[in-house]
């Protein structure tokens, strides 16, 4: 059964044991087994990434890996690259998260980062998202910018294995998401960006998420009327009863 949505834990530093961290991937399995048609992904912190791998190698929930070098190997303390991930079981990667593009991350830095997940066979969800919505709209300008700069050089037959989410910088971490309509507009919007860049086919095919104060009670709305392809969910993804 082919899984046209997909629901990204983001767990931060919100978990804080082996235990707790089992205990949730346990938990977050059990539910994802009847979603059909959702892909289910957690990114753990680096070092409770191999205490969420299923050793059976079960698939139910993937694991992603919240950030990565984008160097290969070599003298770079305290640096992690994509291989390694691959090698302890990580399909996915994100890209330019905003608490990482606020610690320094620039666009043509996110590039080398999905360049890197790319070449080591794994797949990048590339963070996007304004700071504010201005009422003249210059906020369509800065997404185009950032997604045109962070896609920079990656060459078009990779583009069937990039996810993009959305994640209004202004939404994360807030009461409330943004209203599924306006999510939908954005949605068409990115495709459109993602368009100029691959072409008709590719932008038909890509994943777009949604990210930002995403809950049990939004979730709903913001696949159903925002028309999202799926959610990227950073606090409700360690919340027991809220995810997936
Ligand atoms: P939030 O975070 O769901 O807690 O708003 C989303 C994210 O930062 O990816």
């Known amino acids: 059964?082919?899984?046209?949505?997909?629901?990204?834990?983001?767990?931060?530093?919100?978990?804080?044991?082996?235990?707790?961290a089992k205990r949730i991937v346990l938990k977050i399995r059990r539910t994802a087994l009847q979603l059909e048609h959702t892909e289910t992904v957690v990114c753990p912190p680096y070092v409770l990434i191999p205490f969420c791998v299923s050793r059976k190698g079960n698939k139910t929930v993937l694991i992603g890996s919240q950030t990565v070098s984008f160097e290969k190997e070599g003298s770079h303390t305290g640096e992690v690259g994509a291989s390694m991930l691959r090698d302890v079981g990580v399909t996915y990667v994100l890209a330019g998260h905003s608490e990482e593009r606020s610690a320094g991350d620039t666009d043509q830095i996110v590039s080398k980062r999905i360049l890197a997940v790319l070449d080591a066979g794994l797949k990048p969800i590339v963070c996007v998202g304004e700071n504010e919505r201005d009422p003249g709209g210059s906020y369509l300008e800065v997404l185009k910018n950032q997604i045109k700069n962070s896609l920079h050089g990656i060459p078009k037959e990779q583009a069937r294995n990039i996810v993009i989410a959305y994640e209004p910088i202004w939404a994360i971490g807030a009461k409330g998401a943004m209203e599924p309509t306006n999510i939908h507009e954005t949605m068409l919007f990115v495709k459109k960006t993602f368009s100029d860049l691959f072409g008709h086919g590719p932008a038909m095919k890509v994943k777009v998420l949604y990210g930002g104060a995403v809950n049990h009670r939004n979730a709903l709305d913001i696949i159903t009327i925002g028309k999202a392809d799926g959610l990227l969910v950073g606090r409700e993804s360690v919340n027991m009863a809220g995810f997936p």
């Open 1 to 20: 059964m082919a899984k046209d949505k997909l629901v990204v834990g983001n767990w931060k530093m919100y978990v804080g044991t082996v235990e707790e």
